[in-house]
């Protein structure tokens, strides 16, 4: 059972958004400014595209924006494309002693 | 361009110890950062394994921690990992990753070997 959680898939069609959100505890996600997300298309590495909560890294579309709302972090992907399908993972600093944890990821499918 | 590289056997028998060796280019370990391993078993998620930095501190998933050894060397722009007494359940996918050492996100990844534990 990972440390965060977030819904195993989502799904939408192109042009649409969707978000998805990774829940955790006052020791992690809710309590520090340190959540990531990365991209893992099938096969491939995972790939960072929010940090610090919202910040993107240079390259990653705007269309890509993170949030937080207490012990919940959001990834909202806006203008769907097809090439977003791939599976999303949160990351978050833990106070706890595992240091980082990961949500158990997100199957994005667009239809 | 900074590029991570993982190495190691493919193929680990039970338990026995699993090695890999992640070499850096385009930076210099020394400079900075934290150098850790994430590992990805057949279907599931990923989960953290430990860090290092360039003086040796190390941090470690305590559910891992008393088989986990990562070390550096500087000289060679290098980190190793080593899982001691390994069983099918450290098959997995290994990452090797560069660490943010403010806010713990990985910006920059290896492409991942694949470890299968079998006799």
């Known amino acids: 059972q990972s440390a965060l959680t977030q819904p195993p898939s989502v799904s939408g069609s192109p042009g649409q958004s969707v978000t998805i959100s990774c829940t955790g505890t006052?020791?992690?996600?809710?309590?520090?400014?340190?959540v990531s997300w990365y991209q893992q298309p099938p096969g491939t590495a995972p790939k960072l595209i929010i940090y610090?909560?919202?910040n993107r890294p240079s390259g990653v579309p705007d269309r890509f924006s993170g949030s937080k709302s207490g012990n919940t972090a959001s990834l909202t992907i806006s203008g769907l494309q097809a090439e977003d399908e791939a599976d999303y993972y949160c990351?978050?600093?833990?106070?706890?002693?595992?240091?980082?944890?990961f949500g158990g990821g997100t199957q994005l499918t667009v239809l | 361009q900074v590029q991570l590289q993982e190495s190691g056997p493919g193929l680990v028998k039970p338990s026995e110890t699993l090695s890999l060796t992640c070499a850096v280019s385009?930076?210099?370990?020394?400079?900075?950062?934290?150098w850790g391993w994430i590992r990805q078993p057949p279907g599931k998620g990923l989960e953290w394994i430990g860090s290092?930095?360039?003086?040796?501190?190390?941090y470690y998933n305590t559910s891992l921690k008393s088989r986990v050894t990562i070390s550096v060397d500087t000289s060679k722009n290098q980190f190793s990992l080593k899982l001691s007494s390994v069983t099918a359940a450290d098959t997995a996918v290994y990452y090797c990753?560069?660490?943010?050492?403010?806010?713990?996100?990985?910006?920059?990844w290896g492409k991942g070997t694949t470890v299968t534990v079998s006799s």
């Open positions: 610090e909560v919202r």
């Open positions: 990753a560069r660490a943010s050492t403010l806010s713990y996100y990985m910006d920059v």
């Open positions: 385009g930076y210099s370990i020394s400079s900075g950062y934290y």
């Open positions: 990351s978050s600093y833990t106070s706890s002693s595992t240091f980082v944890v």
């Open positions: 290092i930095y360039h003086s040796g501190s190390t």
């Open positions: 006052s020791s992690d996600v809710g309590g520090y400014n340190r």
